[in-house]
C-alpha cells in the first residue's frame, strides 16, 4: 500500500516509485509531487532520477521546452496518457519512455509554427503484450522504416529526400509491424523497409503497437 498526497489520493508512492494514478497534471503539479515525496521522509538517492508511471487514469500534459531540460526522472506507462505539445524552437529533445504491464498511450499534438524536434526511445519488454497507441495530431501521413541490420524501427524519421511529416521521431526496438515490404525511394540506390499510415477525418495518424 503506497502513501497517498492530496485530497483526491492522485499520486501515490510505492515500489520505489512514484504513481500517478488518477486525474490530469501539467509539469507543475508534476514537480510538486516530486517535491512532496522528497520531503516525505521516504529514502531519495540525490544521484538517480525519480521513476514516474503514468498509471490508468491519470493524464499529463507537457510541452516541449519543459522537457528539454527536464532532469526529474523517467516517465513509464502502465495504462496512463501522456501528451506532449510542441514549442517554438530549434532545439533537439531526448525522452526515454518505457511500457509496463497496461500499456498507454502517448499523444504528439499538432505543430502550428515552427518546432523543435522531440526524438523518443521507446521500449518494452519483448514479451509484453501490452496495447500501446502513438497517436500524431495534425498531419496527413505518417510512417515507420525498419532497419533489419540494427534490428530497430523508426517512426516520423525524415529522411533526406523527403519532407517533414510532423516533429517527432519515435525509435522502437524489433520490427513491431513486421514491415517487410522493400520501397524503392528518389535518391536511394536501394529499396528500404517502410509502411505508411493515411490521416483520418480530424487529420490523425494512430498507430496501434502489436503485442
Known sequence: MGRQYGSAAAVSYEEGCLSFTAGHFDVDMIRQAII?????????DPLRLQLLVVRAGAWLSLRLHELHEWN???FSLDGGTVVIHP?????????????????????FSAAENLSGTLLVNLSRPRQAHAPVQLVFQG??????????MTDMTLVGLVP????????VAVRLDGNPWRIDRAVQVPGLDRPVLRREWQADERETVTLSLPG
Do not use: K
Open 36 to 44: 512532496q515525496y522528497r520531503r516525505s521522509g521516504f529514502h531519495h
Open 72 to 74: 526529474q526522472g523517467f
Open 87 to 107: 514549442t517554438a524552437s530549434d532545439t533537439v529533445t531526448m525522452l526515454p519512455v518505457d511500457i509496463r504491464n497496461q500499456g498507454g498511450s502517448l499523444v
Open 139 to 148: 498531419c496527413a501521413l505518417q510512417f515507420a522504416h525498419y532497419d533489419p
Open 160 to 167: 533526406e529526400y523527403e519532407l517533414p511529416h510532423g516533429w
